[in-house]
């Protein structure tokens, strides 16, 4: 839903996701491809299996990530901090109704 709504409103966007395929005509890339110029990853995996995507988003350097609800991580969260990158709890499915993307 997260992908179809950022094309809706014209951002660019990157998938990435365990399984293969595509939506809405954007691939879905396995963990650790290397993106440039990231600005904003959205967190939809829960807190048990983000440990093995720390060092990968870190590496893709975004300016913030946004944890959905059920994905907070003091311990990645603070991590992203000490990177200096933005930690955000939000909904990013509200986040873009409400045009605070």
């Given at each position: 839903?997260?992908?179809?709504k950022l094309l809706?409103?014209?951002?660019?966007?990157?998938?990435?996701?365990?399984?293969?395929?595509?939506i809405d005509g954007v691939k879905i890339e396995p963990p650790g491809t290397d993106f440039n110029?990231?600005?904003?990853?959205?967190?939809?995996?829960?807190?048990k299996n983000q440990a093995?995507?720390?060092?990968?988003?870190?590496?893709?350097?975004?300016?913030?990530?946004?944890?959905?609800p059920g994905t907070q991580n003091v311990e990645f969260?603070?991590?992203?901090?000490?990177?200096?990158?933005h930690v955000?709890?939000?909904c990013t499915l509200i986040m873009l109704s409400n045009h605070l993307f």
């Amino acid at each position: 839903m997260a992908v179809k709504k950022l094309l809706k409103y014209e951002f660019p966007v990157l998938a990435v996701g365990l399984r293969e395929g595509e939506i809405d005509g954007v691939k879905i890339e396995p963990p650790g491809t290397d993106f440039n110029g990231v600005h904003t990853v959205t967190m939809y995996v829960g807190p048990k299996n983000q440990a093995s995507y720390y060092d990968y988003i870190i590496r893709l350097q975004p300016k913030r990530v946004i944890f959905n609800p059920g994905t907070q991580n003091v311990e990645f969260e603070k991590k992203l901090r000490d990177a200096g990158i933005h930690v955000t709890h939000a909904c990013t499915l509200i986040m873009l109704s409400n045009h605070l993307f």
